[in-house]
T-cell receptor
Framework: GAGVSQTPSNKVTEKGKYVELRCDPISGHTALYWYRQSLGQGPEFLIYFQGTGAADDSGLPNDRFFAVRPEGSVSTLKIQRTERGDSAVYLC??????????????FGEGSRLTVL | LAKTTQPISMDSYEGQEVNITCSHNNIATNDYITWYQQFPSQGPRFIIQGYKTKVTNEVASLFIPADRKSSTLSLPRVSLSDTAVYYCLVGDRGGADGLTFGKGTHLIIQP
């Protein structure tokens, strides 16, 4: 399909391991967003890219979290030394541009991360 | 300070009109109001966006009073499949100061 694709859909890992989550946005969308959602909560903003650069990474909880978007398309969220508290659904969204006002965000179905 | 306040949950019945109100007392001049719907195990889905007065599309209407300190999402003739969490967002840009989600309203539609 032509929607936002996230892989893997499910990831189970052990505490202390390294994890990468991938997001393929809708073709041509220049803005890309990562959110994290815990059970019973709304999505929590992590980072927002405009093209290849991170326009706002203030939502990343600590330096174990890092995200890249080297060619302005696919993005990878990287989590080092995972902790049990990192367990959540990681959502990616894209939009045609980051220009104001931001219109519709198109979300993927998320990557569910479980840290044992 | 939360940007928006919504009821935690609401119940209604099939065929009824449902109105979900969101308070955003500190809305800025440039902010738009956007509503999303989320089903379990899925990402949020855009419903509607507006700046003032009334906006209508094929699935919902959005009513915004002149002071813009609140907004009401109206779902006409709901069905069981409208059971979901509905989020009200206020902002005009991405990022931490932009489109942030609260806890949303869990709408439950009964037969």
């Amino acid at each position: 399909g032509a929607g936002v694709s996230q892989t893997p859909s499910n990831k189970v890992t052990e505490k202390g391991k390294y994890v990468e989550l991938r997001c393929d946005p809708i073709s041509g969308h220049t803005a890309l967003y990562w959110y994290r959602q815990s059970l019973g909560q709304g999505p929590e903003f992590l980072i927002y890219f405009q093209g290849t650069g991170a326009a706002d990474d203030s939502g990343l909880p600590n330096d174990r979290f890092f995200a890249v978007r080297p060619e302005g398309s696919v993005s990878t969220l990287k989590i080092q030394r995972t902790e049990r508290g990192d367990s959540a659904v990681y959502l990616c969204a894209s939009s045609p541009s980051g220009l104001r006002p931001v219109g519709e965000l198109f979300f993927g179905e998320g990557s569910r991360l479980t840290v044992l | 300070l939360a940007k928006t306040t919504q009821p935690i949950s609401m119940d209604s019945y099939e065929g009824q009109e449902v109105n979900i109100t969101c308070s955003h007392n500190n809305i800025a001049t440039n902010d738009y109001i956007t509503w999303y719907q989320q089903f379990p195990s899925q990402g949020p889905r855009f419903i509607i966006q507006g700046y003032k007065t009334k906006v209508t599309n094929e699935v919902a209407s959005l009513f915004i009073p002149a002071d813009r300190k609140s907004s009401t999402l109206s779902l006409p003739r709901v069905s069981l499949s409208d059971t979901a969490v509905y989020y009200c967002l206020v902002g005009d840009r991405g990022g931490a100061d932009g489109l942030t989600f609260g806890k949303g309203t869990h709408l439950i539609i009964q037969p």
